[in-house]
């Protein structure tokens, strides 16, 4: 097994199975756990109505399935985490390992092997700083840009497919509701 796929039924830090709670870093040194993440399922949030929340998920979950099967067809050669890190690439600005890192939400190490892969895909190419020698930081290559743009371009087709079966009225909603995401 390599750092990006998990294996059914292994405990992650910061995730909970039946009778167990493992906490995550922060929670392990702050002896806290998140207590919204422990809520039984069907637990209303202070200020969410139950309805509102249910169908929220229910639409949220239609939207990540078109969003997952745009690209599911790269599943066999390139797996989420890498698809994650090569967008991330393409729309950051000046990224480094370490940038990488934290916005993926995993250590240098593993960030700096998932590179490497990346790296022998022909995908991203490490280069130096223009202002300092030492300091590498991650392009994409002509083929990763091409694929960058391409894995947008499915997911924006799913996208616009699914949001051509709600009304005018319900677009902007979830256009201005999302946009409140983002912004907020």
């Given at each position: 097994?390599n750092q990006?796929?998990v294996?059914l039924?292994?405990?992650?830090?910061?995730?909970?199975r039946?009778?167990t709670v493992?906490?995550?870093?922060?929670q392990?040194r702050t002896?806290q756990?998140?207590?919204a993440?422990?809520?039984?399922?069907?637990?209303?949030r202070?200020?969410?109505?139950?309805?509102d929340?249910?169908?929220a998920?229910?639409?949220?979950s239609?939207l990540?399935e078109?969003?997952?099967?745009?690209?599911?067809?790269?599943?066999?050669?390139?797996?989420?985490?890498?698809?994650?890190?090569?967008l991330?690439?393409?729309?950051?600005d000046?990224?480094?390992v370490?940038g990488?890192?934290r916005m993926?939400?995993?250590?240098?190490?593993a960030?700096?092997?998932?590179?490497?892969?990346?790296?022998?895909?022909?995908?991203?190419?490490r280069v130096?700083a223009?202002?300092?020698?030492r300091?590498?930081?991650?392009?994409l290559?002509?083929s990763?840009q091409r694929?960058a743009a391409?894995?947008?371009?499915?997911?924006?087709?799913?996208?616009a497919?699914?949001?051509?079966?709600?009304?005018?009225?319900?677009?902007?909603?979830?256009t201005r509701?999302?946009?409140?995401?983002?912004?907020?």
């Amino acid at each position: 097994m390599n750092q990006d796929t998990v294996q059914l039924g292994a405990a992650q830090p910061g995730t909970v199975r039946p009778g167990t709670v493992e906490p995550g870093p922060v929670q392990a040194r702050t002896g806290q756990l998140d207590q919204a993440r422990l809520a039984p399922k069907g637990a209303q949030r202070p200020g969410v109505a139950a309805t509102d929340l249910e169908r929220a998920e229910a639409g949220l979950s239609v939207l990540l399935e078109a969003w997952q099967r745009a690209i599911e067809e790269l599943g066999a050669m390139l797996p989420p985490a890498q698809v994650r890190a090569l967008l991330i690439v393409d729309n950051g600005d000046r990224l480094n390992v370490t940038g990488l890192a934290r916005m993926l939400g995993a250590s240098p190490s593993a960030t700096s092997r998932l590179c490497d892969r990346l790296v022998a895909a022909g995908l991203l190419a490490r280069v130096p700083a223009a202002a300092s020698r030492r300091e590498i930081l991650l392009e994409l290559t002509e083929s990763g840009q091409r694929l960058a743009a391409w894995i947008q371009d499915q997911r924006r087709t799913a996208l616009a497919q699914v949001l051509e079966t709600i009304s005018p009225g319900g677009r902007a909603d979830l256009t201005r509701g999302l946009s409140e995401v983002v912004l907020g």
